[in-house]
């Protein structure tokens, strides 16, 4: 029989990670907008993005790419949240650190388990999100190809055009990011909670996990985003005509456009990270202590 205990990080990290993509998406689609503008077309800052995006309406415009993510991320919250807690628990039985509480080396490295882990079902999903995020129009430049219409429709040109190998586009970038991101991820997540406990106990644990998961969001998408910026852009350039590579991407915006490129959607990203990672590790830590509640499982 499958201990309760083990899948209850996979049903919360799904609830967590489903109810965080919707908060987040009109802003993650003006982060992409705002990072893979072309050089000769940009914005002339934040506001101005959004405003163009609105102008395409909800569906193609704020929400657009949303249907995929909706459909997948549960299962890559799944895997990233069940895997980070299942390996802190392995970590913890074979580690000679004594103590009723994980150390916090322990969940860093438990953070970038589960971030490698969720890689084979994110990649391909950020790629599609990512290709018809970046061909929302802006202005009067048209695009240079007609625009998806859809997630499948850009599946099957991918797996036609370059076959499986070209889902997984930018997949080293992608690892380089979410690792460290992971790690911290958690790491923030689990401080702020034990230093909220400490020194403010008379406040609901639910408001804990609602702020600790907003700032662990913020904190480790800033410490990426130049990454980010890179992945969005490698990814966006779906007809492999651009980049030969991602330090090519790399090499090319930097002359371009400058260091400032690499951090081209910082306020975007900063505004959408608070609210889908509070609400996220929050609906998570809910989930958590009601499933291991229900099966009886003391909750570590």
């Known amino acids: 029989m499958v201990n309760n205990s083990l899948v209850n990080d996979y049903i919360a990290g799904a609830v967590g990670g489903c109810a965080g993509l919707v908060v987040g998406h009109p802003f993650d689609t003006t982060k992409v907008q705002l990072q893979t503008q072309a050089a000769h077309n940009r914005y002339s800052g934040t506001w101005d993005c959004i405003r163009n995006v609105h102008r395409h309406g909800w569906t193609k415009g704020f929400f657009r ?11 890559v919250n799944s895997v990233f949240f069940g895997v980070y807690g299942n ?3 392995l970590i913890q039985r074979y580690s000679t650190h004594t103590g009723d509480k994980p150390h916090y080396w322990q969940i860093y490295l438990a953070g970038c388990m589960g971030g490698t882990a969720q890689l084979v079902l994110a990649c391909p999903v950020d790629l599609i999100k990512v290709v018809l995020q970046s061909q929302i129009p802006h202005g009067s430049i048209a695009n240079p190809s007609p625009a998806y219409k859809g997630p499948l429709q850009v599946a099957v040109r991918v797996l036609k055009d370059r076959g499986l190998t070209g889902l ?27 230093w909220c406990e400490s020194y403010l106990p008379s406040v609901p644990m639910s408001l804990f996990h609602f702020l600790s998961g907003g700032v662990a969001g913020v904190l480790s998408w800033m410490l990426i985003l130049p990454l980010d910026v890179i992945k969005s852009r490698y990814q966006a350039d779906r007809e492999v005509g651009r980049y030969r590579s991602v330090l090519h991407c790399a090499s090319l915006s930097y002359q371009e456009e400058g260091v400032t490129v690499f951090f081209r959607g910082v306020l ?4 959408r990270a608070f609210p ?15 499933l291991n509640r229900s099966s009886c499982v003391t909750d570590m």
Not at 168 to 194: C, E, K
Not at 268 to 271: C, L, P
Not at 276 to 290: D, E, H, M, Q
């Open 65 to 75: 790419g949303m249907s995929w993510p909706v459909l997948s991320y549960g299962a």
């Open 168 to 194: 997984y586009r930018g997949l080293s970038i992608q690892a380089a990011r979410d690792l460290p991101a992971s790690g911290t991820y958690f790491t923030v997540f689990v401080w702020m909670n034990r």
């Open 87 to 89: 390996s802190l628990s």
């Open 268 to 271: 975007a990203m900063s505004v």
């Open 276 to 290: 889908v990672n509070a609400v996220t590790l929050g609906v998570y830590g809910y989930c958590i202590k009601f």
